[in-house]
Nanobody
Framework: VQLQAYGGGLVQHGGSLRLSCTASGRTFSSYDMGWFRRAPGKEREFVAAKSWSGTITRYADSVKGRFTISTDNAKNTVYLQMNNLKPEDTAVYYC????????????????WGKGTLVTVSS
């Protein structure tokens, strides 16, 4: 299984970006999916996750109301729509596949994709 995230880039404060992540060797519709990020000099942190059924969606408090995770099963792709970006959103973003999404957690991720860099200028 290989995951590849793309769509990162340089954007101004308040701007938007949409990240995409495609998988080879796995059908997204059968697995929970998520996004994490690692900012320069910081630990990796959870951003968003969605259960395979679509019934559970979770977001980090820092991105609630600004980011949206979605999937396109026909394209085997998961997206992260990021609006009203802030300089503190600058990070390398990674998609994940597998594991379990609950209303309060996301754990047991099986696969991690190569990241894509998002830089938000002030």
């Amino acid at each position: 299984v290989q995951l590849q995230a793309y769509g990162g880039g340089l954007v101004q404060h308040g701007g938007s970006l949409r990240l995409s992540c495609t998988a080879s060797g796995r059908t997204f519709s059968s697995y929970d999916m998520g996004w994490f990020r690692r900012a320069p000099g910081k630990e990796r942190e959870f951003v968003a996750a969605k259960s395979w059924s679509g019934t559970i969606t979770r977001y980090a408090d820092s991105v609630k109301g600004r980011f949206t995770i979605s999937t396109d099963n026909a394209k085997n792709t998961v997206y992260l729509q990021m609006n009203n970006l802030k300089p503190e959103d600058t990070a390398v973003y990674y998609c994940t596949s597998g594991g379990t999404v609950t209303p309060v957690s996301y754990y047991g991720m099986e696969y991690w994709g190569k990241g894509t860099l998002v830089t938000v200028s002030s």
